[in-house]
Structures are given as structure tokens and as C-alpha cells.
């Protein structure tokens, strides 16, 4: 379970402390898709960002499975989400000049994993349809194989949650369906906790949880 309690992030400025989230609360087990949608500004990245570990609320809690993440040391933390969590951003973030492979397999070098991690990140390329581009790098890829590659390296420590910021911003509209459907599909097989924060109605309206964020705040508005 991703629980999120009473959680509040102020940002540090010049002027004084500004509010981007006040109070927002929600709850999402395995097998759910949550998209969250708002205005640009409105906070979607940095409430991702802090479902992720990646940035520290101001007040109110964070915990996956029954763990804060916020209170471990910064070791355990980066060992927290380097197995717990993958990310998905709109840019795909993947290395020049490494291959599809040796990118998706970029996480597993961080921590001693177990396993046949190779065959696991051949799989996954195989999954998200690249195994015919499995030596290509990134410039030798177009848009959407990119964020396909993208997708494969977030999954390849098989993490619990799953965090996409606006997967598709970057893509035409066909090629943002088969990724999305992608996303989803792999979501299913996965039993994954799926977020999923886009500009894009067509790729909220196929997760069927629902959040929009405006005023601070959080509001479900469907599942
Ligand atoms: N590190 C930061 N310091 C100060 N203000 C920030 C910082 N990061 C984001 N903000 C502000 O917080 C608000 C929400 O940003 P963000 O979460 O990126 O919104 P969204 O992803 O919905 O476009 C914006 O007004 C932005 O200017
Ligand atoms: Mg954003």
C-alpha cells in the first residue's frame, strides 16, 4: 500500500515559505492506476517527487508497505528507492552513449542485486518491443522507443511503485497511445502501484483511479 497522510510541502524562497500542497491525502494498493491531472504550477511533479523519496514533505507523512522512507539514512533511502520505485519523466533521461541494454541495466549496478539481471532487462526490452533495437543508443532511437526504453529501465528492479511524470508529453498522439498502453499493460502483469501525473485526458480516462490538483489540494474524481 502507498499511503500519503496529511502531507504539506512549502518551498523555501526569498519572499518567505510559499504553499504548494496543503494537506493532501490519499491511498493507492497494488493493481491500482492513478493518473493526476492540474494546471501547470499546480504541484503534480513535486507531490510525485515526494511519493518517490525524491524530495522531503514539509509535514505529514510518506509510506510504502508500512515504510517511511523519510526516516531512514541517506544510504537506506537511496537503497529504498533504487528498489521500490521507478521513473518514468516526460524527457526519457536515458545515457548517450550507452545501448538500450546497458541503459536498462543501469539501476541494477547500484545495488548488489540477485538474480539474472541480464536476462530480466532482455525480457523487459523484449516487453516493451526493442529487442531489435537492443544495441541501438539513443540517438539511433525515435521518441517513442525511447520512452519504451525509458519504461524498461523503471522496471527492471521490479519496483513496487511506479511514477510516471507526463510519459507522453513529449510524444504524437499515436505513438503516446502505444506507449501508454504499454505502461499499462506491463502495470497489470506487474501488479504494480501505477501514478501516473499527465496533461493528457485520454491517458487519464484509461487509469481508473482519478485525482485533480488545483488550490493545493487533491481531489479524487474518479475509482
Ligand atoms: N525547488 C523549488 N523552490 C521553490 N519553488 C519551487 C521549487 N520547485 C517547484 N517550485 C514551485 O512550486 C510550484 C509547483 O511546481 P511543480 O510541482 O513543478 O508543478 P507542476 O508539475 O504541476 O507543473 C510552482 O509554482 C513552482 O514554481
Ligand atoms: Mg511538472
Same mark, same amino acid.
Given at each position: ?25 490519499? @491511498? ?9 491531472? !492540474? ?15 525524491? +524530495?522531503?514533505?514539509?509535514? !505529514? ?19 529504498? /528507492? ?39 532487462? /532482455?525480457?523487459?526490452? +523484449?516487453?516493451?518491443?526493442? $529487442? ?9 532511437? @525515435?521518441?517513442? +522507443? /525511447?520512452?519504451?526504453? $525509458? ?14 511524470? +507526463? ?9 503516446? =497511445? ?6 499499462? =499493460? ?38
Amino acid at each position: 500500500m502507498l499511503l500519503v497522510c496529511h502531507l504539506t510541502k512549502q518551498y523555501a524562497t526569498p519572499r518567505g515559505p510559499l504553499t504548494v500542497l496543503a494537506d493532501v491525502s490519499l @491511498s493507492l494498493a497494488p493493481g491500482d492506476a492513478a493518473a493526476i491531472m !492540474g494546471p501547470s504550477g499546480s504541484g503534480k511533479s513535486t507531490l510525485l517527487y515526494m511519493l518517490g523519496a525524491l +524530495e522531503p514533505p514539509t509535514s !505529514g507523512q510518506v509510506t510504502l508497505d508500512g515504510k517511511n522512507p523519510f526516516a531512514l539514512d541517506p544510504r537506506a533511502l537511496a537503497a529504498f /528507492r533504487n528498489e521500490q520505485i521507478g521513473f518514468v519523466f516526460q524527457d526519457h533521461c536515458l545515457l548517450p552513449q550507452c545501448s538500450v541494454l546497458e541503459n536498462v541495466l543501469v539501476p541494477t549496478l547500484i545495488a548488489k542485486s540477485g538474480g539474472d539481471q541480464v536476462g530480466l532487462a /532482455r525480457t523487459l526490452i +523484449e516487453q516493451v518491443g526493442l $529487442a531489435d533495437r537492443i544495441d541501438h543508443r539513443p540517438a539511433a532511437l @525515435s521518441g517513442g +522507443e /525511447r520512452q519504451r526504453a $525509458a519504461i524498461a529501465r523503471a522496471l527492471v528492479r521490479q519496483p513496487r511503485l511506479v511514477l510516471c511524470d +507526463e510519459p507522453t508529453g513529449n510524444l504524437d498522439r499515436d505513438t503516446a =497511445d502505444n506507449v501508454a498502453s504499454l505502461l499499462l =499493460d506491463l502495470h497489470r502483469r506487474q501488479n504494480t502501484i501505477l501514478v501516473i501525473v499527465t496533461h493528457s485526458a485520454q491517458l487519464a480516462e484509461r487509469c481508473a483511479t482519478r485525482f485533480q490538483l488545483a488550490d493545493r489540494g487533491l481531489r479524487r474524481v474518479a475509482g
